[in-house]
C-alpha cells in the first residue's frame, strides 16, 4: 500500500514539472517565424498593393444612398421608427414634471447614534 502511494505521489509530481517545463526551443522558434511573417505581410509592398487593388477596384463602385434624397428618406424612415419605439414627448413630460414636484420635498431625518435614547432603542431594536 505504502509503494502505491509512493508512486501516485512521484507520478504526480513528475507530471507537475513536465507541465512547468515550457516550450522548446524549436517550437519558440516556430513561433517567432510565423508572427515575423505576418508581419511582414501586412508591412511590405505586397501587402500594400493588395489593398491598393482592392482600393481601385472599389473606386467605381455605387454608393448606397447615391443622391440626397435618398440621405433624406433613409434619415426620416429612421427618425419616424425612433419616435415609434421611444418614449413619447408627453410621457417624458410627465416624467421632468414628476422629478420637478419631487425636487424640494425634504428627505427623512437621519437619527443622532450620539444620543443615548436612540442607542437604547436602538439596542431594544436588536435584541427582539
Known amino acids: 500500500m505504502s509503494k502505491l502511494l509512493v508512486a501516485l505521489i512521484a507520478a504526480s509530481f513528475a507530471t507537475v514539472a513536465g507541465a512547468q517545463a515550457g516550450a522548446t526551443k524549436q517550437e519558440k522558434q516556430g513561433t517567432v517565424q510565423s508572427v515575423t511573417q505576418e508581419a511582414a505581410k501586412s508591412t ?10 482592392k482600393a481601385k477596384q472599389e473606386k467605381g ?10 440621405k433624406q428618406a433613409a434619415t426620416e424612415s429612421t427618425t419616424k421608427a425612433q419616435a415609434e419605439g421611444g418614449a413619447s414627448a408627453q410621457s417624458q413630460a410627465a416624467d421632468v414634471a414628476k422629478a420637478k414636484s419631487e425636487k424640494g420635498t ?3 431625518a437621519k437619527p443622532d447614534l450620539k444620543d443615548p ?11 427582539q
Do not use: F, N, R, W
Not at 511590405?44 to 487593388?53: N, P, R, S, W, Y
Not at 463602385?61 to 435618398?70: E, Q, S
Not at 435614547?117 to 435584541?127: D, E, W
Open 44 to 53: 511590405t509592398a505586397q501587402g500594400e498593393a493588395a489593398d491598393v487593388a
Open 61 to 70: 463602385t455605387a454608393k448606397a444612398l447615391p443622391d440626397k434624397a435618398a
Open 106 to 108: 425634504p428627505k427623512a
Open 117 to 127: 435614547a436612540v442607542q437604547k432603542s436602538m439596542q431594544k431594536a436588536a435584541t
